[in-house]
């Protein structure tokens, strides 16, 4: 896994190389409901530090949640519908950290509790950053410009410590949740409330280039083409959730699962004024989002389990501004999906498939789209003893276009580019084959993966015409076929343990090739090799950590990127937990980037931009009792 990171405010998963809408992002099941698969700049509106356990999901059950997500789901579940009656009447942590880089400073807390057959569950979070600091200077351009610097043989790293402008985030959360809970199942529904307001690193096209020249009718005209500032951005979300599991026991019909979400998402994008400090929105970004999941679990023969149910997702978007690159839209998502698994001795098998329909129509467009696809997967498990155990799956996914894709038509300043979509696009056929052996013994822990993903029309968005639009390249979305190959190996040892102690070696590594097969053209922003290794110490009252990952320079790059360095970063940790009765207190120190060395993401737009943080030791205090 790797991010897209567009600085620390706005950030989406990568899976082996796939990302926006290829990686679903859920909460609790349902999807995050908000604009981040539009653009890489708009954070995706869900909170780590709140969940209860992030599960990341590929293969046949990818199928549960979407065709469209050939590269994996990732379903963070925090707990806000209780599911259960809590062990005590009362439970609850409180939450306080603090970092250096960026003088972070963080406070969340949780309550658990019930009365009778009523569960409650009530949670809150604040952050607050400011710019953090980096080890030089924040632009490429600027840092290897020709001056003085160059003559240190230090080099401008080590002579130009400073910040990264525009990096601050302010963000607020808060959750309630109430349940029945009887003895087979429970009902339950829960708000949520999310706020956040990020800069957005390295500018955003604003402003004017170097040398050119604009009288001030021209400013008039153009809005804020010649105005220079930090641009922003102001999110705000509420969301309504119901959800119910029951369990029915019978032969076949084992239980049934809804999940029903609303959601009202907005954002600003805001251009603050560098002398008076003004903010003027420039852009208004309105979702409107309802998405309901029936499941069916049901067992065909013992040995036996599996899932059936219908999907259905209606998305209304519409952007207002200056960065209106997408005509307000409507999309309307129904689908059907089956998952079977069954186990037979030493064999497990995992098959799944879905049928799902997409009707998109947008304004100013005469002809709506109306699209179809089916699904596909097939995974089989053999334990070849009790400590090996060998996987093979393949899948064929459809992934049907959306309506960024097939009707942009404006600046996209994110991006840099004037987006063009295609109104003509087919939808993108995929096939994976994914083959690992696992090693599980007492002392060890293993798993080597390899893959290839194969795609028929894929979708992506750097066929450049060579032409300017507002000043912008013009780049179109097209299509055409691509490959996607690579490999993932992870190991765990016991080196040894005495008492209630033990340490653990870990290491890891992972690498991805993805080019168009026509030309051997190598795609953007694909994760250079990385590889790594830790050792840990964990008993009940200690924990700690140390480990050191390198990632390769990537040198294999799309005709309009440059190459990214190398870096390595070491981190480490410790932690002790008190406890006192019922009460346990835990304080934990963290160091990341310990040699504050600079280190930038490939697969980030903001790369030549944005650097990672430098080194920062954070402090976190819990409470739980």
């Given at each position: 896994m790797n991010s897209s990171y567009h600085g620390p405010g706005s950030s989406r998963p990568l899976i082996r190389g796939l990302g926006g809408s290829r990686v679903r992002v859920l909460e609790s099941g349902l999807g995050?409901?908000?604009?981040?698969?539009?653009?890489?700049?708009?954070?995706?509106?869900?909170?780590?530090?709140?969940?209860?356990?992030?599960?990341?999901?590929?293969?046949?059950?990818?199928?549960?949640?979407?065709?469209?997500?050939?590269?994996?789901?990732?379903?963070?579940?925090?707990?806000?519908?209780?599911?259960?009656?809590?062990?005590?009447?009362?439970?609850?942590?409180?939450?306080?950290?603090?970092?250096?880089?960026?003088?972070?400073?963080?406070?969340?807390?949780?309550?658990?509790?019930?009365?009778?057959?009523?569960?409650?569950?009530?949670?809150?979070?604040?952050?607050?950053?400011?710019?953090?600091?980096?080890?030089?200077?924040?632009?490429?351009?600027?840092?290897?410009?020709?001056?003085?610097?160059?003559?240190?043989?230090?080099?401008?790293?080590?002579?130009?410590?400073?910040?990264?402008?525009?990096?601050?985030?302010?963000t607020a959360r808060f959750a309630g949740g109430l349940s029945y809970v009887g003895d087979n199942g429970f009902i339950g529904v829960s708000f949520l409330g999310y706020d956040s307001d990020y800069g957005v690193p390295g500018g955003h096209g604003h402003g004017e280039e170097e040398g050119e020249d604009h009288d001030d009718e021209d400013d008039e005209e153009e809005g804020h083409a010649g105005e220079e500032g930090d641009v922003r951005v102001d999110l705000r979300q509420r969301r309504a959730d119901f959800m119910a599991s029951w369990r029915l026991g019978g032969d076949f019909l084992k239980g049934v699962q809804a999940r029903f979400g609303v959601t009202d998402y907005q954002h600003f994008e805001i251009l603050v004024d560098e002398v008076s400090g003004d903010r003027d929105i420039e852009t208004r970004f309105f979702n409107n989002e309802w998405e309901g999941r029936l499941h069916v679990e049901h067992a065909l023969a013992e040995g036996s389990r599996g899932a059936f149910g219908i999907h259905a997702r209606n998305r209304d978007f519409e952007a207002i501004g200056e960065?209106?690159?997408?005509?307000?839209?409507?999309?309307?998502?129904?689908?059907?999906?089956?998952?079977?698994?069954?186990?037979?001795?030493?064999?497990?098998?995992?098959?799944?498939?879905?049928?799902?329909?997409?009707?998109?129509?947008?304004?100013?467009?005469?002809?709506?789209?109306?699209?179809?696809?089916?699904?596909?997967?097939?995974?089989?498990?053999?334990?070849?003893?009790?400590?090996?155990?060998?996987?093979?799956?393949?899948?064929?996914?459809?992934?049907?276009?959306s309506a960024e894709e097939l009707f942009s038509n404006g600046p996209h300043l994110a991006?840099?580019?004037?987006?063009?979509?295609?109104?003509?696009?087919?939808?993108?056929?995929?096939?994976?084959?994914?083959?690992?052996?696992?090693?599980?013994?007492?002392?060890?822990?293993?798993?080597?993966?390899?893959?290839?993903?194969s795609f028929d029309g894929f979708t992506y968005q750097e066929a450049f015409t060579g032409e300017e639009e507002d000043g912008l390249v013009v780049a179109l979305w097209s299509q055409a076929d691509a490959v996607f190959t690579g490999f993932e190996a992870h190991a765990e040892v016991e080196l040894f343990h005495y008492a209630d102690g033990h340490f653990v070696l870990?290491?890891?590594?992972?690498?991805?090739?993805?080019?168009?097969?026509?030309?051997?053209?190598?795609?953007?922003?694909?994760?250079?090799?990385?590889?790594?290794?830790?050792?840990?110490?964990?008993?009940?009252?200690?924990?700690?950590?140390?480990?050191?990952?390198?990632?390769?320079?990537?040198?294999?790059?799309?005709?309009?990127?440059?190459?990214?360095?190398?870096?390595?970063?070491?981190?480490?940790?410790?932690?002790?937990?008190?406890?006192?009765?019922?009460?346990?207190?835990?304080?934990?120190?963290?160091?990341?980037?310990?040699?504050?060395?600079?280190?930038?993401?490939?697969?980030?737009?903001?790369?030549?931009?944005?650097?990672?943080?430098?080194?920062?030791?954070?402090l976190t205090y819990q409470l739980s009792f």
């Open positions: 995050s409901g908000d604009a981040s698969t539009t653009s890489p700049d708009h954070a995706p509106s869900v909170e780590a530090m709140a969940a209860d356990r992030i599960e990341v999901i590929r293969g046949p059950a990818t199928l549960l949640y979407g065709g469209s997500a050939v590269g994996g789901v990732v379903n963070i579940e925090d707990g806000r519908v209780p599911r259960e009656i809590p062990a005590h009447p009362l439970i609850a942590t409180l939450t306080l950290r603090g970092g250096t880089v960026a003088d972070e400073r963080n406070v969340a807390g949780r309550v658990d509790g019930a009365a009778g057959r009523i569960a409650l569950h009530l949670s809150g979070l604040y952050r607050k950053t400011q710019d953090y600091a980096i080890p030089g200077l924040a632009s490429i351009d600027e840092l290897h410009a020709p001056g003085e610097e160059e003559e240190d043989e230090e080099g401008p790293e080590e002579a130009l410590p400073g910040i990264l402008p525009n990096s601050s985030v302010e960065e209106a690159f997408v005509p307000p839209s409507s999309t309307l998502e129904f689908a059907a999906f089956l998952f079977e698994e069954f186990s037979v001795g030493r064999f497990g098998l995992q098959t799944g498939a879905r049928f799902e329909t997409r009707a998109t129509e947008a304004e100013g467009v005469a002809r709506r789209r109306n699209d179809r696809g089916f699904s596909a997967s097939l995974g089989g498990v053999f334990e070849a003893s009790e400590a090996v155990s060998l996987v093979v799956s393949a899948a064929r996914s459809a992934k049907l276009p991006t840099q580019v004037f987006e063009l979509g295609d109104p003509e696009l087919e939808p993108e056929l995929g096939l994976s084959l994914d083959a690992a052996i696992r090693i599980g013994t007492e002392s060890v822990r293993t798993e080597l993966s390899v893959f290839s993903n870990d290491a890891f590594g992972d690498y991805v090739r993805a080019e168009l097969t026509a030309n051997d053209q190598p795609l953007p922003r694909i994760p250079p090799f990385r590889f790594g290794a830790g050792l840990g110490y964990e008993s009940p009252a200690w924990h700690g950590h140390v480990k050191a990952r390198r990632t390769a320079g990537q040198e294999r790059v799309a005709a309009f990127e440059e190459p990214t360095d190398g870096y390595t970063l070491i981190d480490a940790s410790v932690g002790y937990r008190i406890f006192q009765g019922r009460v346990a207190h835990d304080i934990v120190l963290t160091g990341t980037n310990l040699t504050d060395r600079e280190a930038r993401s490939h697969t980030s737009f903001l790369k030549e931009l944005a650097p990672f943080p430098g080194r920062e030791i954070r």
